[in-house]
């Protein structure tokens, strides 16, 4: 997963920032893979740059159903470092990246991973709960998350968010890969009680390839949501 690693001190307001350039390989054949991403990460920031394993087995997933992305239009909530967004960039989707709109370091690294991978993705500044212009322009065929269901506190803004970005195009699909740090249990609540249902489930090790598989660790789940239609309500 990382065949590749650059280490470069930067000075910046007398704070030491150490930053590393990780190359993620896709393909069916790992002797031979179709692409890289490189991924600007800064080991000294907070998790907002880093890339987790959450994002790992959401990008191999997008990999593998590179059919689905193939000129969708895709926006990735709580982008981070961005892996899986650019993967369904590098596939042919348009792709939107946000992160919270207060985080302007994680903004502006997202747009330097962009121009590194040669990849023209939209930028947008999205805090899950926050009803301001940016969120009413987007229309998602397919909605990506990487472990934004980490802070319990968040999930009720996260859902909302989600639930409108579904209602605003019909046939959208949210996918997201979370850690089971406390079982399924909170997820299907919320589900029901913002009108969302679990189209597909799965473990995010099942379809990870060895190699990849054997760099991650924890209980790893990746769950594709949406709406539930009024004729099943």
Known sequence: MRAMEDWNDEQCDDTLTMTTVSQHFFGDDSETPSFSISIIENMKEDYGLFVWPCSVVLAEYIWQHKHRFSGATVVELGAGTSLPGLVAAKLGARVTLTDDSTRLEVLDNMRRVCDLN??????????????????????????????VLYDSKAFDNLFATVTFLLRNSPGSTFITSYHNRSGHHLIEFLMGKWGLKCLKLLDGFSFLPPDKASLLSGNIQLAEIGLISKDNA
């Not at 940016?134 to 065929?141: A, E, G, R």
């Open 118 to 147: 040669k990849l023209e993705c939209n930028v947008l500044g999205l805090t899950w709960g926050v009803w301001d212009s940016s969120i009413f322009s987007l229309q998602p065929t397919i909605i990506l998350g990487a472990d």
